[in-house]
């Protein structure tokens, strides 16, 4: 404060806790099974699931197309017309589900996103509490 010289009256201060997030670390599973089987028992929820690298979004939205889920995919290898479209469908709930790389999320304000599921590790601690922070928008 004193270096860039804020007076008293103007400091803030708050933490990070959310206390309407829950995380839940899930260990020595069948990957595919367990997504599956999490997205069945949660069918009538808005939901992100992120994936490291664009491929295995690709992978992740065909194996869940083929479980009939209402998703979509979001990734820098899709055109703008395609990006754009998933997106919009997804923030006015035509889809239920997307898959998508980090690209996606940014700016991004639904409050009706009741998980986030990260089916990669993200690259940094940043990336990880950016996306994890897509859920509980509304309290």
């Known amino acids: 404060k004193r270096l860039l010289k804020i007076p008293d009256g103007n400091h803030i201060q708050t933490g990070f806790e959310r206390e309407n997030l829950r995380f839940q670390v899930v260990k020595d599973q069948k ?8 997205l069945k028992i949660n069918k009538n929820q808005s939901g992100i699931i992120y994936a490291a690298t664009r ?11 083929k479980f009939g889920f209402s998703i979509g995919r979001y990734h820098g290898g899709l055109n703008e017309n395609e990006r754009t479209a998933m997106q919009e469908a997804f923030l006015y709930d035509r889809l239920q589900l997307i898959v998508a790389t980090n690209a996606f999320g940014m700016g991004i304000n639904k409050s ?8 990669q590790i993200p690259g940094s601690l940043e990336a990880y509490y950016q996306e994890a922070g897509r859920a509980g928008r509304d309290g």
Request: a positive charge; aromatic letters at 18%.
């Open 31 to 38: 990957k595919e099974q367990y997504l599956v089987e999490y």
């Open 55 to 65: 491929k295995e979004v690709d992978r992740i939205y065909h194996l869940l197309k």
């Open 112 to 119: 009706n996103v009741r998980f986030v599921i990260h089916y």
